[in-house]
């Protein structure tokens, strides 16, 4: 059954893992509206399973009343905008952690992040540069 939902998204195929997280979620009968909802939305399939996981901690909190697939659907839409800021988020601190790295490694082997090495411009006149 998973099979079916693998081309839903046009070319680009949705790996089982998401399958699995609808399923594991409860909410596998909304897979595809939420697959023609995220891909006219523009969202990847990273960010439709944080947010269907964001889905269902709202739904053990505040269970749907009347409707529950237009509640899905609002909610998933929500949830789909705050997934991608949390990836943007942690893709950026991983980046700011790489650079910091790149920094302590460097001030362990020169010392110093700035290095005064002289060197020469195009009039032959020295200066001090940043490394």
Request: glycine content about 6%.
């Amino acid at each position: 059954m998973i099979n079916q939902f693998t081309q839903l998204v046009g070319e680009q195929a949705v790996r089982r893992d998401l399958a699995k997280y609808f399923i594991d979620t409860g909410f596998y009968d909304l897979l595809p509206m939420a697959l023609k909802l995220a891909n006219s939305l523009g969202y990847d399939t990273s960010e439709m399973i944080e947010a269907i996981c964001k889905v269902n901690d709202k739904f053990n909190q505040f269970l749907p009343t009347k409707n529950r697939t237009a509640w899905f659907k609002r909610v998933f839409e929500e949830k789909l905008g705050e997934a991608r800021g949390d990836i943007l988020t942690h893709r950026a601190k991983e980046n700011i952690c790489r650079i910091d790295n790149v920094r302590a490694g460097y001030l362990r082997v020169t010392g110093s992040l700035f290095s005064l090495k002289p060197s020469a411009n195009e009039d032959g006149l020295t200066q001090s540069s940043l490394i």
